[in-house]
T-cell receptor, first 111, second 113 residues
Framework: EADIYQTPRYLVIGTGKKITLECSQTMGHDKMYWYQQDPGMELHLIHYSYGVNSTEKGDLSSESTVSRIRTEHFPLTLESARPSHTSQYLC??????????FGQGTRLTVV | DQQVKQNSPSLSVQEGRISILNCDYTNSMFDYFLWYKKYPAEGPTFLISISSIKDKNEDGRFTVFLNKSAKHLSLHIVPSQPGDSAVYFCAASAYRGAQKLVFGQGTRLTINP
């Protein structure tokens, strides 16, 4: 069973607010990812990290930012939330090779 | 440019029969392929993988077939059970998973009793 956790599971927030989505893993994985998924659509990679102090933007442009100060922690921040940011955000981690393990996701709604 | 494609958005199968989900890819560098299962409001769960040195991998009711020349893979579930109803994502990576995963659009599988 994968040990990767995301909080909160659900978040409803007003436009213009700053939010941070938390993601932590206890598997010691170097690689961590953030994906964004809208209903019925594919998972789009928005950020990834290959280790501490390493972050890269993914294939889908996103106004969010990430940090990787500790191996186990990969938070995602939106400085000013907008309704267009409404989506499901999925965090994942993986070892050097092999499958990625996903957290349960955060369903974000910006009103 | 979609590198991993699942052309069937949905599939309906009778309980007990075989479910076949298909996936095509375009990037010749991909050498590691995975299938994930996803329930609504949850994260994807890893099901089964295959590397390009194989053409088949089996795990219980799940078998993945890889046709490198056609750049095509498929997931077979037999027998299908009601609990298999979910969205299935195909994913691919280069360098045995060392590179980031690229996902298809998903296929919604419904198993009818």
């Amino acid at each position: 069973e994968a040990d990767i956790y995301q909080t909160p599971r659900y978040l409803v927030i007003g436009t213009g607010k700053k939010i941070t989505l938390e993601c932590s893993q206890t598997m010691g994985h170097d690689k961590m990812y953030w994906y964004q998924q809208d209903p019925g659509m594919e998972l789009h990679l928005i950020h990834y990290s290959y280790g501490v102090n390493s972050t890269e933007k993914g294939d889908l442009s996103s106004e969010s930012t990430v940090s990787r100060i500790r191996t186990e922690h990969f938070p995602l921040t939106l400085e000013s939330a907008r309704p267009s940011h409404t989506s499901q955000y999925l965090c994942a981690s993986s070892a050097s090779v092999g499958e990625a393990f996903f957290g349960q996701g955060t369903r974000l709604t910006v009103v | 440019d979609q590198q991993v494609k699942q052309n069937s958005p949905s599939l309906s199968v009778q309980e007990g029969r075989i479910s076949i989900l298909n996936c095509d890819y375009t990037n010749s560098m991909f050498d590691y392929f995975l299938w994930y299962k996803k329930y609504p409001a949850e994260g994807p769960t890893f099901l089964i993988s295959i590397s390009s040195i194989k053409d088949k991998n089996e795990d219980g009711r799940f078998t993945v077939f890889l046709n490198k020349s056609a750049k095509h893979l498929s997931l077979h579930i037999v027998p299908s059970q009601p609990g298999d109803s979910a969205v299935y994502f195909c994913a691919a990576s280069a360098y045995r998973g060392a590179q980031k995963l690229v996902f298809g659009q998903g296929t919604r599988l419904t198993i009818n009793p």
